[in-house]
């Protein structure tokens, strides 16, 4: 099965998810798409032999990513740090996109919520917990359909790196093992 990432910088899922499909032949990562240009997840790709593709916002909505994408036949596209909104003319084309969120949502997403935002309002409104969710991608930012959660104790964290730091563990745990699954 061709499993495609997108990723918009460090990389460091992408990077758990091509190591663990190395390893077992349940999945092949065939390529990396990233609209950064200097993101450090491109760099990842390269040193492990896998294509990658650039792309600006436009031409992520008007026709080229999709393009790109048939060219390597994604069973499964996966959104591992992916900044942007996913277009619907890929959604209409490609069913099985999933994404994966650093809290339990529905807390802490939409709009505005990514990176070290979402782990300084996790802090700022002191929870005792926090954690990842992996779903299904829909128009809508971060309202697709759940496939996995985890929750994490954070009551001995004292800033949002110290919460990132456990919430990328988790991700990095239970990501690859959840796409392994849904490609069965
Ligand atoms: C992860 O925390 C993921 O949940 C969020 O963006 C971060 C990406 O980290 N959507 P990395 O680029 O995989 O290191």
Excluded at 119 to 147: C, M, R, S
């Amino acid at each position: 099965k061709n499993i495609v990432l997108f990723a918009s910088g460090n990389g460091s899922n992408a990077e758990e998810i091509i190591r663990y499909f190395k390893k077992n032949n349940q999945g092949t990562v065939v390529a990396i798409f990233s609209n950064k240009p200097d993101a450090k997840v491109l760099d990842r790709a390269k040193n492990h032999d896998i294509p990658t593709v650039v792309f600006s916002r436009a031409q992520l909505n008007e026709g080229f990513v999709l393009e790109k994408l048939y060219q390597f036949q994604p069973d499964l596209i996966v959104l591992a740090g992916f900044l942007l909104k996913f277009p619907e003319n890929i959604l209409k084309e490609y069913s099985k996109v999933i994404n994966i969120h650093p809290a339990l949502l529905p807390k802490y997403g939409g709009k505005g919520m990514y990176g070290m935002n979402v782990h300084q309002a996790v802090l700022d409104n002191k929870e005792k917990e926090t954690g990842i969710t992996i779903h299904y991608v829909n128009e809508h930012y971060d309202e697709g359909e759940f496939i996995f959660q985890k929750a994490v104790n954070i009551e001995d964290c004292k800033t949002a790196e110290e919460i990132a730091q456990k919430v990328h563990e988790l991700e990095h745990q239970y990501f690859p093992e959840v796409i392994a699954n849904l490609i069965k």
